[in-house]
């Protein structure tokens, strides 16, 4: 295919077009037209040119009428038109530009002068048809960015409502002496926190939050594995301590991503009114008693899970008594920043915790909530947010 750009002649003069036609091959692939009837039809059959030297005076159909059918179409409106003319007065030429010409050539022809404008038109013609493919280009790409970006928000949609499902149901309790209440909230569309809790029989509860290193779906996966091993081997063994020694050499097994989890675990026998806690790489939990100001519950600790096997946990021993509550919570609470970057800190938690001691545990923790999102207000979340309550009512 010539890959020269294409000019259609379209003059009633024989001569004209020898002329124009002569000044011209040298510069692109030239076509011509004896009459306006025939330029339209040769420009509706195709190829379109990239140029229309047009005369303005014809017996059938001026180049005035040819002009304004061309520009009346979708199909040939961009197809710049020169007109070739021997008439000079201003009118005319302002009738001509009206209608969409880009320039006038007037007669007699300058061979020089002739060559400069259709080559300025030619080079500008190219420049825009390029313009108008890259502009074609990247609006594709946006339309399939935007579709991949759709697909990606519905997949994340689902996962993170699968991800949600897999939280603890709120438990039927054998007695009155427990209450318990829980919340996750993600920082991104899925996190990498998470709690859970369950009876390992009538008067024993296994419970545990954790922290995924990272945020997003492979934390999300990460969560996943470390909540299926611990229901697995939470009824095989008595001691939290061990429960982690046997779950960090689990995640350590084929952990080429180098992910880690922190947890705090325990188990909580309802008759005895006694806990046993184990922590790997955790926040100390707070422990609130009656009468007293909530504190930190300086549990010895271990590392966290997934980095490095054969690690050694201490189990915790306490007792939980009517009135106390025990508050474990991912490091997305105290870590929470307001819109000048300011952290929320161990001590605001304290002291929210201390204004909330009396009430149940869901109260307690949704006083907890509100006064973490007052403090934060509209800054973005920068972590994933976990608190789960236990508490013995009096």
């Not at 002569?22 to 692109?28: E, G, S, V």
């Not at 209450?179 to 899925?190: C, I, K, M, P």
């Not at 006064?371 to 972590?383: I, K, N, R, T």
């Amino acid at each position: 295919m010539d890959s020269k750009p294409r000019l259609l002649i379209v003059d009633d003069s024989p001569g004209n077009i020898h002329v124009l036609a002569h000044y011209l091959t040298p510069l692109c692939s030239v076509q011509t037209a004896g009459s306006g009837a025939q330029a339209l039809e040769m420009v509706r059959l195709g190829p379109l040119p990239d140029l229309i030297l047009l005369d303005v005076s014809m017996p059938d159909i001026s180049g005035y009428e040819v002009c304004r059918q061309l520009k009346e179409e979708s199909s040939t409106r961009s197809i710049p038109v020169i007109f070739v003319t021997g008439m000079t007065a201003v009118e005319d030429e302002k009738r001509g530009l009206d209608l969409g010409a880009v320039d006038y050539i007037s007669k007699p022809f300058h061979e020089d002068l002739v060559r400069a404008r259709v080559s300025n038109h030619l080079e500008l013609k190219r420049h825009r048809d390029n313009l108008e493919e890259l502009v074609r280009l990247r609006s594709s790409q946006l339309v399939e960015e935007q579709k991949a970006r759709h697909k990606l928000e519905s997949e994340l949609d689902v996962a993170s409502r699968l991800q949600r499902s897999m939280l603890p149901a709120p438990l039927r309790f054998p007695s009155a002496n427990l209450e318990l209440a829980g919340y996750l909230s993600a920082a991104r569309a899925v996190g990498g926190d998470l709690y859970d809790y369950f009876f390992l029989d009538p008067e024993t509860l296994f419970f545990i939050v954790g922290d995924v290193s990272d945020k997003g779906v492979a934390a999300a996966l990460f969560m996943v594995q470390v909540r299926v091993l611990l229901r697995g081997l939470a009824s095989k063994t008595t001691s939290p301590a061990e429960l982690l020694r046997q779950l960090n050499d689990e995640l350590c097994l084929d952990n080429q991503e180098c992910m880690f989890v922190t947890l705090l675990c325990g188990r909580l026998c309802i008759n005895s009114q006694t806990l046993l806690l184990a922590r790997g790489g955790h926040e100390h939990p707070i422990l609130t008693v009656p009468g007293s100001s909530p504190t930190y519950l300086e549990t010895p600790g271990g590392a966290a899970l997934g980095l490095t096997e054969h690690q050694q946990y201490q189990d915790f021993h306490c007792p939980f008594l009517p009135g106390q509550s025990l508050i474990l919570y991912t490091d997305g609470v105290i870590e929470a920043s307001d819109v000048h970057g300011q952290l929320y800190g161990e001590e605001r938690f304290l002291e929210s915790a201390a204004r909330s001691q009396s009430f149940s545990a869901r109260r307690t923790l949704e006083s907890l909530r509100q006064d973490l999102a007052a403090f934060v207000g509209s800054a973005e979340p920068s972590d994933d947010v976990t608190i789960l309550i236990l508490k013995a009512p009096l």
